[in-house]
């Protein structure tokens, strides 16, 4: 008959001390839906955390564990500097779906912390990123985040995206401890086509290649956008690439604009030198002839 009793007692001690905890803290506890943002432009949502309460933000789709980034140096809201000598912010948790959170100490007035963690997916937007920071009146328990779809579904690649950081490349694998290695292209020209490119540089990282180059097209050409490229190796290899372009990718006449040809590695016997074709609208086109992608050094730089 004694068990019960004890039970009873320690439940009643637990749900006292409850109370008193959120008493000193002082602060409302919320649940509330909190949206990613894409642009720049838009500033990073706050999420609301203290040294009482850990936070959970809970993600609608498998999230990257390894890009999750909390940036230590805070940001503030006025000129003064705040020093920080240790980590103010611990993460307790993560999981597929969900980090947890918490402050080490309450956050100072205008001090500010950024977390950030890219979905698994890749899809836009692939980055969650939002600010830390304590609140007088209220702290957040519970974050649903949301990730809306762009405003026009169907060109993606026109919506607008945070600009990259130079850890996202790391964290993401695109550049690990054996760099990236360059070579200089040659000029090309089609005279016939009213086309032409100025010398540019052939990258190859951890898992890509790439082809930056500045296309040319004659003044007394119609406007002109490149479509689809494809890089072929001299020994009849073949890689598909992704072209980038600026503004719409529409060279005016007279006008030039930067180009990337983005593709796979080649295998190790397609051989270094490739010929890039690049075909656009009208049937025109234009070809380099000597792309040449260096292999990656097999030890890291010392």
């Known amino acids: 008959m004694l068990?019960?009793?004890?039970?009873?007692?320690?439940?009643?001690?637990?749900?006292?001390?409850?109370?008193?905890?959120?008493?000193?803290?002082?602060r409302a506890k919320r649940e509330r839906p909190v949206a990613v943002v894409d642009s720049d432009a838009v500033p990073l949502p706050e999420?609301?955390?203290?040294?009482?309460?850990?936070?959970?933000?809970?993600?609608?789709?498998?999230?990257?564990?390894?890009?999750?980034?909390?940036?230590?140096?805070?940001?503030?809201?006025?000129k003064a500097a705040i020093?920080?000598?240790?980590?103010?912010?611990?993460?307790?948790?993560?999981?597929?779906?969900?980090?947890?959170?918490?402050?080490?100490?309450?956050?100072?007035?205008?001090e500010r912390h950024e977390l950030?963690?890219?979905?698994?997916?890749g899809r836009a937007p692939?980055?969650?990123?939002?600010?830390?920071?304590?609140?007088?009146?209220?702290?957040?328990?519970?974050?649903?985040?949301?990730?809306?779809?762009?405003?026009?579904?169907?060109?993606?690649?026109?919506?607008?995206?945070?600009?990259?950081?130079?850890?996202?490349?790391?964290l993401l694998g695109y550049v690990d401890d054996h760099g990236v290695q360059t070579e200089k292209?040659?000029?090309?020209?089609?005279?016939?086509?009213?086309?032409?490119?100025?010398?540019?540089?052939?990258?190859?990282?951890?898992g890509w290649v790439l082809v930056d180059v500045q296309i040319e097209n004659s003044a007394s050409q119609r406007p002109w956008a490149p479509r689809e490229a494809t890089l072929t190796g001299r020994r009849g290899f073949t890689l598909?690439?992704?072209?980038?372009?600026?503004?719409?990718?529409?060279?005016?006449?007279?006008?030039?604009?930067?180009?990337?040809a983005v593709a796979v590695p080649p295998p190790p016997d397609a051989g270094p030198d490739f010929v890039l074709q690049i075909r656009g609208e009208g049937g025109r086109g234009l070809t380099i002839p000597r792309v040449r992608f260096q292999e990656l050094l097999t030890e890291p730089h010392p």
């Open 83 to 110: 020093p920080v000598n240790e980590s103010r912010i611990r993460v307790l948790d993560m999981g597929e779906r969900s980090i947890i959170v918490q402050a080490v100490e309450d956050l100072r007035p205008g």
């Open 240 to 260: 598909p690439a992704r072209l980038v372009t600026v503004d719409g990718g529409k060279i005016a006449p007279g006008k030039t604009q930067r180009v990337l």
């Open 116 to 121: 950030a963690v890219f979905f698994a997916d």
């Open 3 to 26: 068990q019960p009793i004890r039970l009873a007692l320690a439940l009643a001690l637990f749900c006292g001390a409850a109370p008193r905890a959120d008493a000193a803290s002082g």
């Open 47 to 78: 999420i609301r955390v203290d040294k009482a309460t850990s936070t959970l933000l809970f993600f609608p789709a498998a999230i990257a564990k390894s890009t999750l980034t909390v940036d230590e140096q805070p940001r503030t809201v006025d």
């Open 185 to 206: 292209v040659d000029e090309a020209s089609n005279a016939g086509q009213g086309l032409s490119s100025q010398p540019g540089v052939s990258y190859r990282g951890k």
């Open 126 to 170: 692939a980055r969650a990123s939002f600010v830390l920071m304590t609140d007088p009146a209220e702290v957040d328990a519970r974050i649903d985040v949301e990730r809306r779809e762009p405003p026009n579904a169907d060109c993606p690649a026109e919506a607008s995206r945070p600009s990259p950081r130079p850890e996202d490349f790391v």
